[in-house]
Each structure stands twice: as structure tokens, then as C-alpha cells.
């Protein structure tokens, strides 16, 4: 079963912030976030992972909370091209700490213009 | 850049065909990875490698079984196909310690 809690869907006026949550109350301390996203007809696309401090890259902003609780991705300046479903996901740093990659229900993330 | 293959991007067979899924990765990692994607249930990973010949279940391996011969492929085979097996297989690849998994473009199966 999958990890996280994310809302089904959002919706984000282009140009603006998109700020999409995720729950993760169960997780442990050997277990990173990943954050991935699927635009329709494509494969998943790797996005930003963390551990416990907040992390940018030039797609986005991953803001942990201190309990490591929740998390929040953070895309600055979201375009069309941003539509997609998002998904976070917990993963140990190994495979036999449960290290596989199970995906969620994600959001599905709309940019309107 | 890096390179997840699947052999088909779409693929019609018949019921109680036997069906290979080939998936081969050009970046020499250690583990791969088979899930299929169906409306309303999201990605459910079938089986995954962390070794060559090593392979583990995943949460919906019935009906399925994987091969891994060399390290740059992971093939799934459908061994007697049915319609209930109808849908989106995409293939991963990822580095043994924790970093980024690359997926591949999916091959969406149809079983009539």
C-alpha cells in the first residue's frame, strides 16, 4: 500500500505558484520523499527527492516539515506544460529496506491559462 | 542522455498467446523494475530486479513472470494472456542506492 495521501486533483492558474501537498505520517527515518510526474501518454518523470532538509532544482521546491511529516512541492512559475498527475512517494535508501518504488493515486495537477 | 527501450510502444495479441515484454536500459543499473498502469488504479509495480537473475515479487505478480539474463534487460512474459491483462506495462531503471528511477515510454497492451 502506498505511503502518502495526496489530493486527486488541483487546479493552478498559469504563471503562478503551484504548491502541491503530501502526507506521509508513517514514515521512517531510513526513508527519503520522491516526488514524480506523468504527463498523459508518457512515462513517469523523476522531479526532486529529500531526506529531511528542503531542496530546489531548476524543475522545483521541495519543502520537508521539521516532523517530516508532510511535504509540500513547490513548481515557481507553472506553465501548460505543467499539467500532469503528481506523484510523492516514500522509498528506503536500499532495496532490502523496502526500497522499491510504489506509487500512489497522486494529484492531478491542472494549469488553466 | 539516459535511455529506458521498450521493444513495443502498442501491441494487440490473442488470448492464451504467450507474450514477451522486453525493456533493456543503456546506463548499467543495478535494479529494473515492471508496472502496469490502469485508470483508476494508478502505476502497481508487477516484479522488479536488483541483480541479474535476482528478481522479487511486487504487489501483482500473478499471471506474470520476468527474466533478467543481462543486466541492461528485464523482459516480462505474459505467459498465457488474457483480457483481464489488457493495459498500459511501463518499464524502470534505477541505480542500486537511492537516486532517480528512469522509465521507459510504456507499451500498451491490448489482449482480444
Known amino acids: 500500500d502506498a505511503k502518502t495521501t495526496q489530493p486527486p486533483s488541483m487546479d493552478c492558474a498559469e504563471g503562478r505558484a503551484a504548491n502541491l501537498p503530501c502526507n506521509h505520517s508513517?514514515?521512517?527515518?531510513?526513508?527519503?520523499v520522491y516526488w514524480y510526474r506523468q504527463i498523459h501518454s508518457q512515462g513517469p518523470q523523476y522531479i526532486i527527492h529529500?531526506?529531511?532538509n528542503n531542496e530546489t532544482n531548476e524543475m522545483a521546491s521541495l519543502i520537508i516539515t521539521e516532523d517530516r511529516k508532510s511535504s509540500t512541492l513547490i513548481l515557481p512559475h507553472a506553465t501548460l506544460r505543467d499539467t500532469a498527475v503528481y506523484y510523492c512517494?516514500?522509498?528506503?535508501?536500499?532495496?532490502?529496506?523496502?526500497?522499491?518504488?510504489?506509487f500512489g493515486q497522486g494529484t492531478e495537477l491542472s494549469v488553466k491559462p | 542522455d539516459v535511455k529506458v527501450t521498450q521493444s513495443s510502444r502498442y501491441l494487440v495479441k490473442r488470448t492464451g498467446e504467450k507474450v514477451f515484454l522486453e525493456c533493456v536500459q543503456d546506463?548499467?543499473?543495478?535494479?529494473m523494475f515492471w508496472y502496469r498502469q490502469d485508470p483508476g488504479l494508478g502505476l502497481r509495480l508487477i516484479y522488479f530486479?536488483?541483480?541479474?537473475?535476482?528478481?522479487e515479487k511486487g504487489d501483482i505478480p500473478e499471471g506474470y513472470s520476468v527474466s533478467r539474463e543481462k543486466k541492461e534487460r528485464f523482459s516480462l512474459i505474459l505467459e498465457s494472456a488474457s483480457t483481464n491483462q489488457t493495459s498500459m506495462y511501463l518499464c524502470?531503471?534505477?541505480?542500486?542506492?537511492?537516486?532517480?528511477?528512469?522509465f521507459g515510454q510504456g507499451t500498451r497492451l491490448t489482449v482480444v
Open positions: 508513517t514514515i521512517s527515518g531510513n526513508e527519503y
Open positions: 530486479s536488483y541483480d541479474v537473475k535476482m528478481k
Open positions: 512517494i516514500v522509498r528506503a535508501r536500499f532495496y532490502n529496506q523496502g526500497g522499491k518504488l510504489i
Open positions: 524502470a531503471s534505477s541505480p542500486l542506492l537511492n537516486t532517480e528511477a528512469f
Open positions: 529529500g531526506l529531511k
Open positions: 546506463m548499467d543499473h543495478e535494479n
